[in-house]
């Protein structure tokens, strides 16, 4: 049965949501006031998070459905598809109008009126966006852990809570560019330095669009869950008494708290059909106890041999793979090095190659890099 927990990452989506419907007013009537291109930059800005807030608590709802016929792994992935909508609509909407609006600024500069009123609104903006960013930052920080700023995004099953710290990061920043621009304009009296501003604001939200949709998109089309989970489960399955060999895990993140995976065992030969069935429950069980995010689990009766045979059918022959990038050095340098995925899978190959030739890794050497490499 699909998780009922609530996701963690509403309240901080929530909050968001409320701040910027009061700053996309806010930033309205100053933009009608003053007439800065800024000002109407951050304005479609707010606006434009303001739904995007509205379709991630859609997405978040519409995830915690319960499987049907029509769709057996459930509705988890809706969350990663409105999120990769979100990211769009940064792209397409936020960043597009801003560029749109600053271009038309520089080439037909208008004077900001009432430059004051800008200052206010801008600070009241400040205030709103920074309590929304702090309210996100501390629950991506608990969510994270110990992991660093841009490992816990990169490996956050949970779009909406870096989604809504991404953006109110770049909302923070827009402001601070908005207050320059319109500070720069009426100082020099040069009204195409607002215009500049509001490209340079169109840009933020271009590079924070992309980086959210890159990570949107791997979700969506179906990532790894924790190697931590998965070293778990292997772990689980190993002690069981009719296991004698737990040869290897995959896992694919379905939502947040759903996560799809499928085991391949090695049972003792002289057990019983009926027996290996009782087991399967058991371990079904001690699994969805330890892991209850695990809501479907598939377990494949497999020797280590055909598991290593289909994992290299798969995966490609990690032997073949390491003499192609030892293949690639030149002058000393291996050029896939600039990449750093790459950079560390060539590092890993030559230490794992030995173990893959031998059959699966055992349970007490898998670890984070040998599930990314696909060998568990």
Do not use: C
């Not at 840009?203 to 790894?224: C, D, M, Y």
């Not at 040869?247 to 059909?273: K, M």
């Not at 290593?308 to 002058?331: H, I, L, T």
């Amino acid at each position: 049965m699909v998780s009922r927990r609530k996701n963690s990452s509403t309240p901080a989506v929530r909050a968001a949501l409320a701040g910027d419907v009061l700053v996309a007013l806010a930033k309205s009537a100053a933009a009608l006031w003053t007439g800065s291109s800024a000002m109407t930059s951050e304005a479609i800005h707010s606006f434009v998070d303001a739904g995007n807030g509205i379709l991630l608590l859609y997405g978040i709802r519409r995830a915690a459905h319960r499987p049907d016929i029509e769709h057996p792994l459930g509705y988890g992935r809706e969350l990663y598809f409105w999120s990769f909508i979100v990211a769009l609509l940064v792209f397409a909407v936020g960043a597009g109008f801003a560029v749109y609006e600053g271009v038309n600024h520089v080439l037909h500069p208008e004077a900001i009126q009432h430059p004051l009123i800008n200052y206010a609104v801008l600070g009241v903006a400040f205030g709103l966006e920074g309590w929304a960013w702090l309210v996100s930052f501390k629950q991506f920080k608990a969510a994270s852990g110990e992991l660093g700023f841009y490992a816990a995004f990169r490996e956050s099953k949970d779009p909406p809570s870096f989604m809504i710290l991404f953006e109110n990061s770049a909302a923070l920043l827009g402001l601070v560019v908005a207050a320059i621009g319109t500070a720069s304009a009426v100082a020099f009296q040069q009204p195409w330095l607002d215009g500049v501003a509001s490209i340079i604001i169109g840009v933020i939200l271009g590079g924070t669009a992309v980086l959210l949709a890159r990570e949107s998109k791997s979700l969506l089309i179906g990532e790894r869950a924790d190697p931590h989970l998965s070293r778990s489960i292997l772990a689980i399955a190993a002690a069981e008494p009719f296991v004698t060999r737990a040869n290897g895990l995959l896992t694919v993140q379905l939502s947040p708290d759903q996560i799809l995976a499928a085991l391949s065992l090695e049972f003792s030969d002289e057990r019983t059909i009926s027996q290996v069935e009782q087991q399967v429950i058991a371990l079904e069980q001690h699994v969805r106890a330890a892991h209850p995010e695990v809501v479907v689990l598939f377990v494949k009766p497999q020797t280590d041999k055909a598991f290593s045979a289909q994992r290299r059918d798969r995966f490609g022959d990690p032997v073949e793979d390491a003499r192609k990038r030892r293949g690639s050095r030149f002058f000393g340098l291996t050029l896939p090095s600039f990449i750093p995925s790459a950079w560390r899978a060539q590092r890993l190959v030559p230490t794992i190659t030995s173990k893959l030739d031998e059959g699966a890794v055992p349970v007490g050497e898998v670890s984070q890099d040998t599930i990314k490499s696909g060998t568990v």
